[in-house]
């Protein structure tokens, strides 16, 4: 029984993956005791409808990033099936169509984002206590910070294309820990949110120099240019991207889109109770799903570019089991000692219904679930239609929550409707991984 259900990898295999399992396991450690500590001292430093606000702003960047291709990580993926096979040049070629095509999708995103800036009157419920200049360049400094975000992405990719997970993940779980707690000790000496955003910036601009030093250290025999990039490879990539950008829709629709629908109908109290509640049901879970997907991968794109699919087919297995494993404990301890964290850990600031505790953390399941099946196809980028078809279902509940909520604020409808939309996306992933599994030979 344990030879069916443990992972098998080479020597170096094993190195590797021990090495960025530990990273990202750090990583975790450092993110969760992040997320216990910082909505606890912002309440306390900033106030609830601060707080609110903060994320409700935070979110709307990242909403508009829903216009910004995410070319990154598909030219990882083909750059790390490459470079297992030693073609050094088609892994430049691949490397510098994505920066190419990077520096085309932020001249687009400006575009995109001042014509928000200058056209939205930004005239929001949860906006009603802050001053309207002051929120424009709290919004613009986020939004600038949000650009050094997606340099990071080539950067990142340059790092990590030959399995070293373990530098970018550091690098970032630093300047996470490091502007959160920034902004928190902000809060004892000012209640203006736009020293916060100027922390924010500033710390963003460091991360992208420290990614680059890192980036010039082990890039291996790549270079930063456009010399090599042509339509036709540029093509390939965007359309390989296309995968990501759905997932990305999906991601930012399900997330940062609820945020914003709250923001429209509700005030910074409830905006704040559901960020705190999707932190500890929601995303919590999914971060520990993440050490097994993100050391997986790069593993599945090595074994597939040298043809050992029985390899990655047990390991695939393997992975299911744990995930599945990992859930159960998840939802045992939500359901038992749940209610009593979060009151704890939020000072009971909020009042969490329980029929709403139970909507999030099987969403959190099913999203989760999903997250590690398609995991197979995602490292050989063969996951559009299943992506894209989720993105059509997100797309589609923002909008049927946004009708609903304009005739009746009901908060328990809302995340119902979420959580059918999450089933079904975790119903097409399942068919189309399994239908690619059973065809490996």
């Known amino acids: 029984m344990k030879n069916n259900i443990s992972f098998k990898f080479t020597t170096q295999q094993k190195k590797r993956v021990k090495k960025n399992f530990i990273s990202l396991l750090s990583n975790l450690s450092s993110k969760l005791l992040i997320q216990i500590i910082y909505p606890p001292l912002m309440l306390l430093f900033w106030g609830v409808d601060n707080f609110g606000i903060w994320v409700f702003v935070t979110a709307i960047p990242s909403t508009l990033t829903m216009f910004n291709l995410n070319f990154s990580l598909a030219a990882k993926t083909e750059m790390s099936i ?21 520096i085309m999708n932020m001249i687009i995103f400006t575009t995109i984002w001042f014509s928000a800036f200058l056209l939205t009157g930004l005239e929001f419920k949860v906006f009603e206590s802050i001053n309207p200049s002051d929120l424009r360049l709290i919004l613009l400094l986020i939004v600038l910070s949000f650009y050094f975000t997606i340099f990071d992405g080539i950067l990142i990719t340059g790092i990590t294309y030959w399995g070293k997970l373990n530098i970018a993940t550091n690098v970032r779980t630093f300047f996470e820990f490091l502007s ?11 209640d203006s949110l736009t020293y916060a955003a100027i922390i924010f ?7 992208t120099i420290i990614l680059w030093y890192y980036y010039s250290l082990y890039k291996k025999y790549l270079f930063l240019s456009i010399k090599l990039a042509t339509i036709k490879k540029s093509l390939k990539l965007f359309w390989l991207s296309l995968s990501y950008y759905a997932e990305a829709i999906t991601s930012i629709t399900k997330h940062n ?7 429209i109908f509700f005030t910074g109290e409830i905006v704040g109770l559901v960020s705190t509640a999707k932190t500890l049901f929601y995303f919590l879970p999914l971060k520990f799903i993440n050490l097994l997907v993100h050391t997986s991968i790069y593993e599945y794109s090595v074994s597939y570019s040298k043809k050992k699919m029985q390899l990655l087919k047990h390991n695939f297995k393997s992975h299911m089991f744990y995930t599945i494993i990992i859930l159960t404990l998840f939802v045992l301890g939500s359901l038992i000692i749940g209610p009593k964290v979060y009151n704890l850990w939020t000072n009971y600031k909020y009042e969490l219904n329980h029929f709403l505790l139970l909507l999030i953390v099987f969403e959190a399941v099913f999203y989760s679930l999903r997250d590690s099946i398609c995991t197979i196809i995602k490292s050989v980028n063969r996951f559009l239609k299943p992506a894209s078809i989720e993105a059509l279902l997100s797309i589609s509940t923002i909008l049927v929550s946004y009708y609903y909520l304009s005739f009746d604020n009901n908060l328990i409808i809302i995340f119902l409707i979420s959580l059918i939309a999450t089933f079904v996306s975790l119903i097409v992933f399942t068919y189309f991984s399994l239908k690619f599994y059973y065809r490996l030979r």
């Open 257 to 263: 889109g609820l945020i914003i629908l709250l923001g």
């Open 82 to 102: 490459n470079d297992a096979k030693n073609k050094k040049k088609l892994v430049n070629v691949i490397f510098q169509n994505g920066f190419g095509l990077i």
């Open 201 to 207: 910036f500033i710390v963003s601009i460091i991360q």
């Open 180 to 190: 959160k707690l920034s902004i928190i000790i902000c809060g004892i000496f000012t």
